[in-house]
Nanobody
């Protein structure tokens, strides 16, 4: 059974950092494109970052470039999102996802976690 479980969310002050983890089971993360999305209240789900199977191609939404970093530990079958210099506008539920190809559209991803709340206070 495919499962993605996120953790690491919480409340942080602006300028702070958090590291989100996404533990996968039922499949191997190195065989899928892995992505992070976020959804703030009243807003559409937004692509944040993705990493391809080999790890050599990484994409970010412009608003997080230079602040966020996606990575993968194949031995632990886990994907991470390191978030630095957090801003109040980063507040959202963050979800990881797995899919067959790179892309920013959420329909490209087949498997989803339940999400973890990130709240950045000003």
């Amino acid at each position: 059974q495919v499962q993605l479980v996120e953790s690491g969310g919480g409340l942080v002050q602006a300028g702070g950092s958090l590291r989100l983890s996404c533990a996968a089971s039922g499949f191997t993360v190195s065989t899928y494109v892995m992505g992070w999305f976020r959804q703030a209240p009243g807003k559409q789900r937004e692509f944040v970052a993705s990493i391809n199977r080999g790890g050599g191609t990484i994409d970010y939404v412009d608003s997080v470039k230079g602040r966020f970093a996606i990575s993968r530990n194949n031995a632990l079958n886990t994907v991470y999102l390191q978030m630095n210099s957090l801003k109040p506008e980063d507040t959202a539920v963050y979800s990881c996802a797995a899919g067959p190809a790179m892309g920013v559209g959420y329909t490209r991803y087949n498997y989803w976690g339940q999400g973890t709340q990130v709240t950045v206070s000003s």
